[in-house]
């Protein structure tokens, strides 16, 4: 899963053109000046230069290709003893690595353990250990065997180490912000506002980095791990705790067997003081989830539809989930949104929230994601990272499938049509296939290719098939690799074997080729009873198929639905929709299931028709959104706006309202409709559309709707309470209410009160402030954090008179030592208010020179770019 966050400013490119001449040959006088001779390729040449760049090219692709990881022994068991060193931020560890030749005859083993100080190897022979020698290069571990072994064998090997996780961590990649593997947060307990933890992330092979294994996605093992830790700590890792043991020093060990097999990346540990929370059973299976003490309500909230999830999954599977339980932790600074570890998921501390802020919890997608690849990349596993859609992919689209089946085809669609938006930016600046052989390093494919698109291409693949063999497709590739390794071809060949069609067309465009269609649609309607569809694709064919796509077309006519299937299979082609008469609308993938560019002009007036109307609230808000996209169209949109304030969809009635923000110093139009904007303020079921709908009033009377604002500051929904107060603290005036309120409500922890509270001591005259500032910089995390970052250098850069001394100092700790990229570069950018002191550009440029994040960088140099001048 990836975190993402609102990007502040576009970095620019700057692109130089160069330009040379060469002076004029000396003539003659009245002879015309000699071209230069210019010297062409012979045809020969040209083929030959043309024939050795293409030879150039193969031998790339040959050295560039990345193969699974070939399998010289097969990892059967790991037994692992662990104690961790909290100061010295190390793992102390005794690894026992049952294995056994996995075809071939062998005399040596290699591990993998990456920064790692070897103290001991041996091969376990009975109650016999016998020392081997080993070689180590910080990467891999090299033990000589004193003898032959053939496949068949099976021989037990011994290492007693110490890991130092935090030592040569790689670059990080666009899901995951670090690679350490074993995370020690806050060890040293010098932040009392942070809690002590240990976690893993071991995706993509980084479980190397704190115990030795094969690490490696089509390795699997069952495992053992004892772990010593101290008494006030819970410990948390796969597959059942069998025991705990007290040492009388303070210190316990906690047993933990994982009986069935998995790959080595989904190994997990998890150290600190969580509350846990008995989420019931499903079909024997127990369910709980753990966070710290004080939000162990929220979390009964914010995790309560995962029993449902998961009855949900099965019977759309037919298949029961697969493992012994399943566990769900939230931990601090974690490097990601979340990690699927098998029967132990670990979340980002964005899913820790109080009671009254679970309330407004959106986060049952990541949570149904993260599920969904207990079967998908868990139970069946990707043999190589080349192949990594066939984990990520599935799980991306669980989010639409738990969408739809919760709340509805609207959402879920307008969730699909947000990730094909998603794919498409990323696709502006590349273009790969779904399944890569060709990367530079495996934290590239974590992009939006490999979520995005190709969650996007299984739910057109589903259209095609019809929901009964695609989900019978799946059971049968779930049922056929069971906990075991998969490659591309083997979802095809279920998907064929269940459907009897050959797909090899769809996977070869869809999964092994790059790009997406780019289409052109044009309508004739010269006869309205049979109009006339032409389209054609305009992608670059040199670097794209020229693509099969089943598509559909929908007609609306004397009160029916009627949708009919065509299929694309030219570059250009038309299509006579023999309508017949009576036709209201034809609309082409209503839905907006295929993955492509599209371009179609369509009038007013087709709008129009379209947002009465399309039974699908997805272009309904199409429709809405072109209609009402210029804000001088006010008063001819103001019977549509009412319309869409009632529509059933609280996306489109969001939207209405976002529009009519945009009225600013004419809010005549929006009169008219006062009492519907009330109403949705006061009762609409969806609290976003609520607190618009306080925006939109604070515009057309701020204080007419006084009283409405002070009263829904209360309101048990922190989205609406929030824009309350800020309605309020926007008002003229109101100074002693306003006091009032900030000394009320000054303790409030969540970003949407606290917010306003901080434009409110920008604005007024409180000098004691400053302290408040520093307490909920302290205080806050995350994106709460990175949001506030703002509010808190604008207040210090704004007053003057308050010393903004510490808050420099606070924000270059932040910059620099943070570990979420987005929080350090809010901190670097807030620097820029007080950039004109000589010290803070110093200091500015220090962060610069320090900061390792590549994306990171590319912001600061923007910054930084009138201050680099001459350097």
């Not at 954090?785 to 007053?799: E, M, P, V």
């Amino acid at each position: 899963m990836h975190l993402t966050y609102s990007q502040l400013f576009c970095y620019l490119g700057v692109l130089l053109c160069l330009l040379s001449c060469k002076p004029a040959a000396q003539t003659l006088q009245g002879e015309a000046p000699r071209p230069e001779p210019v010297l062409a390729e012979t045809a020969p040449e040209k083929r030959a230069n043309l024939h050795l760049q293409r030879i150039r090219e193969k031998e790339q692709a040959l050295q560039g290709y990345k193969a699974s990881a070939t399998r010289t022994f097969d990892l059967v068991h790991t037994d692992l003893w662990l104690a961790f060193d909290y100061a010295k931020k190390a793992v102390m560890g005794e690894a026992l690595l049952t294995v056994t030749p996995y075809f071939y005859e062998q005399n040596t083993l290699v591990v993998d353990a990456v920064d790692f100080e070897v103290h001991e190897a041996v091969l376990q022979e009975g109650v016999e250990q016998i020392p081997l020698a080993f070689t180590y290069d910080q990467q891999a571990l090299t033990l000589v065997l004193p003898r032959t072994f053939s496949k068949g064998d099976t021989l037990q090997v011994g290492i007693r180490y110490t890991a130092f996780p935090e030592k040569g961590s790689s670059e990080s990649s666009a899901a995951f912000t670090d690679t350490k593997g074993l995370y020690f947060i806050n060890a040293d307990s010098t932040d009392s506002d942070k809690p002590v933890q240990i976690w893993t992330q071991g995706e993509t092979e980084f479980t190397s980095k704190w115990y030795p294994t094969i690490d490696h996605p089509n390795e699997r093992q069952t495992h053992d791990f004892h772990l010593r830790v101290p008494e006030g700590y819970r410990s948390l890792s796969n597959g059942k705790l069998l025991g705990s043991l007290s040492h009388g020093d303070g210190t316990r060990t906690d047993h933990w067997r994982m009986d069935m097999p998995h790959a080595p990346y989904l190994s997990a540990v998890v150290v600190g003081d969580f509350a846990a929370v008995d989420g019931g059973t499903v079909d024997g299976i127990p369910l709980r989830y753990f966070v710290e003490p004080k939000y162990q309500a929220g979390a009964k909230k914010v995790f309560a539809h995962t029993g449902e999830m998961m009855r949900f999954f099965s019977d759309l599977l037919d298949l029961p989930f697969p493992w012994q339980k399943y566990d769900q932790v939230v931990v601090r600074d974690f490097v990601s949104g979340a990690m699927e570890n098998t029967t132990l998921s670990v979340f980002m501390e964005a899913l820790q929230l109080n009671e009254r802020e679970a309330l407004d919890s959106e986060w049952d997608y990541i949570i149904a994601h993260e599920l969904f690849h207990q079967w998908f990349g868990n139970y069946v596993t990707t043999e190589s990272w080349a192949n990594l859609t066939l984990n990520e992919a599935f799980a991306d689209y669980s989010e639409y499938l738990w969408i739809a089946h919760k709340e509805g085809t609207d959402p879920a669609d307008m969730h699909h049509f947000n990730a094909v938006e998603q794919y498409l930016d990323e696709a502006e600046e590349k273009q790969e296939p779904l399944i890569r052989y060709q990367y530079e390093d495996s934290e590239d494919l974590f992009d939006s290719h490999t979520y995005a698109k190709g969650g996007r291409v299984l739910h057109m693949l589903r259209r095609y098939l019809g929901d009964e063999a695609f989900f019978q497709g799946l059971h049968r590739y779930l049922i056929e690799n069971a906990l075991g390794s998969v490659e591309v071809h083997q979802l095809r060949l279920a998907f064929e074997a269940v459907s009897g069609m050959d797909l090899q067309w769809f996977f070869d465009q869809w999964f092994l080729s790059p790009g997406h269609p780019e289409l052109a649609i044009h309508w004739d309607y010269s006869e309205e009873d049979n109009v006339l569809l032409t389209l054609e694709q305009h992608q670059d064919l040199e670097k794209t198929p020229l693509y099969k796509v089943p598509f559909t077309v929908t007609l609306y006519k004397e009160g029916e639905r009627i949708e009919r299937e065509f299929v694309l299979d030219r570059a250009y082609q038309q299509f006579a929709l023999e309508n017949g008469p009576g036709t209201d609308l034809i609309l082409f993938d209503e839905r907006q299931v295929l993955l492509a560019e599209k371009a179609q002009y369509r009038g007013r007036k087709l709008l129009e028709k379209q947002f009465v109307y399309a039974q699908s609230g997805l272009s309904r808000v199409e429709a809405l959104d072109s209609l009402t996209s210029d804000a001088r169209n006010g008063e001819d949109t103001r019977s549509l706006l009412q319309s869409a304030l009632s529509d059933s969809f609280w996306v489109v009635r969001e939207l209405a309202l976002h529009r009519m923000l945009r009225s600013e110093s004419d809010w005549e139009p929006v009169l008219s409709l006062e009492n519907a904007i009330l109403d949705l303020a006061e009762n609409d079921p969806n609290n976003a559309v609520r607190s618009v709908a306080l925006e939109v009033l604070a515009g057309v009377d701020p204080v007419k709707f006084q009283p409405l604002f002070y009263r829904l500051i209360n309101d048990s929904s922190y989205q609406v309470a929030g824009a309350a107060l800020r309605a309020f603290m926007d008002l003229e005036g109101e100074a002693a209410s306003k006091k009032e309120l900030f000394e009320r409500l000054r303790e409030e922890e969540n970003i949407r009160m606290i917010a306003p509270l901080a434009d409110y001591l920008t604005e007024s005259a409180e000098v004691e402030g400053a302290a408040w500032m520093h307490d909920k910089l302290r205080l806050l995390t995350g994106e709460s954090l990175y949001y506030f970052i703002g509010y808190y250098g604008d207040y210090f850069a704004s007053r003057l008179d308050v010393d903004a001394t510490e808050a420099i100092a606070r924000l270059v700790a932040l910059g620099r030592e943070h570990p979420q990229n987005y929080v350090r570069l809010a901190a670097f950018q807030s620097l820029f208010g007080f950039i004109d002191e000589e010290s803070v550009l110093k200091q500015a440029k220090s962060l610069f020179a320090g900061e390792e994040d590549e994306m990171v960088r590319r912001y600061q140099e923007y910054y930084l770019e009138p201050y680099l001048n001459g350097e």
